[in-house]
């Protein structure tokens, strides 16, 4: 099976800016969920989608969004970027979430200047 | 916020020695994973112990959960230097935080040839 794939890879955008980043999960995985990835605060849960539905949240601000398509696709949108947004973020798939094993991608490393 | 702490947050071996890496966590957990990741990718899952069980193993991995210490080490034998990376733990279920991964700070394992 093809691994979990994320598109851009990198990408550079200006503050108040807005992004869109892609997730392909692999396939058959219903679960996406998001990682932010900072020196700083290290890896952190951004949100879970399952099922087109969003099961699970942590503890960012509302500039960042999710959703997932019916092919279990995933895209998150941050708005009105900030430089502390500058950060690697990850994608990972699994088959059910939780108690299961997640499948990262390779991430899309986003600079905000 | 990050759940666990991990000890050490830096190690450095030479080839053919054991690594031993240490994580705690605060909270209930139904499982625990270790992730590895190389420099600014991906992360990589090597193993997932469910709170039940005591030990487990993978090819060269050994991971040992104690639950009423809150704490878990994975060792890897007879290490190579393509082992060199960070190494994640992650707690996952629970009550509250369902699929989600809390991830600790990580440790760098260095492998001198």
């Known amino acids: 099976k093809a691994g979990v794939t994320q598109t851009p890879r990198y990408l550079i955008k200006t503050r108040g800016q807005q992004v869109t980043l892609s997730c392909s999960p692999i396939s058959g995985h219903r679960s996406v969920s998001w990682y932010q990835q900072t020196p700083g605060q290290g890896l952190q849960f951004l949100f879970e989608y399952f099922s087109e539905t969003q099961r699970n949240k942590g503890n960012f601000p509302g500039r960042f969004s999710g959703r997932q398509f019916s092919n279990s696709r995933s895209e998150m949108n941050v708005s009105t970027l900030e430089l502390g947004d500058s950060a690697l973020y990850l994608c990972?798939?699994?088959?059910?979430?939780?108690?299961?094993?997640?499948?990262f991608g390779p991430g899309t490393r986003l600079t905000v200047t | 916020s990050q759940q666990g702490e991990e000890d050490p947050q830096a190690l450095s071996i030479q080839e053919g020695e054991n690594a031993t890496m240490n994580c705690s966590y605060k909270?209930?957990?139904?499982?625990l994973q270790w992730y590895r990741q190389n420099s600014g990718r991906g992360l990589v899952h090597l193993i997932l112990i469910r709170s039940n069980e005591r030990e487990k193993h993978s090819g060269r991995l050994r991971v040992t959960l104690d639950t009423s210490k809150k704490s878990s080490s994975l060792l890897i034998t007879a290490s190579r230097a393509a082992d060199t990376a960070s190494y994640f733990c992650?707690?996952?279920?629970?009550?509250?935080?369902?699929?989600?991964?809390?991830f600790g700070e990580g440790t760098q394992l260095t492998v001198n040839p």
């Open positions: 990972a798939s699994s088959f059910e979430g939780q108690g299961y094993e997640q499948y």
């Open positions: 992650a707690t996952g279920g629970g009550e509250t935080s369902g699929s989600r991964l809390t």
């Open positions: 909270t209930s957990i139904n499982n």
